[in-house]
């Protein structure tokens, strides 16, 4: 299973782009802070992450406000260039 749910701030946004069939992509950034867990020690995690989105899901985002909470769920997978991950953005909410 490959699902991915963050709450997170976008903290950069590209101009939205279309693919040659049209369809509308946005390319964007995503900041999260929490705290977790881990072998029973609390610690902050903070983490930036690329991020797309596609169709109408990447218009809305577009009008998204900067540093605004967020939690979006999708899946990662490479990046076209194969350097590092990008989450594919498939639903958000505001919090």
């Known amino acids: 299973m490959n699902r991915l749910q963050l709450q997170a701030a976008v903290v950069q946004v590209q101009n939205l782009r ?5 369809i509308p992509v946005l390319n964007l950034v ?11 020690t609390p610690r902050t995690v903070a983490l930036q992450i690329r991020a797309v989105a596609f169709g109408p ?15 979006f769920d999708g899946f990662l997978a490479n990046a076209r260039n ?3 991950v990008v989450f594919h953005i498939q639903a958000f909410s505001k919090t």
């Open 82 to 84: 194969g350097k590092g």
């Open 57 to 71: 899901l990447a218009e809305t985002l577009q009008k998204q406000a900067l540093n605004e909470l967020a939690v």
């Open 18 to 22: 279309y693919t040659p069939a049209g």
């Open 30 to 40: 995503l900041e999260h802070e929490s705290q977790q867990t881990e072998l029973d």
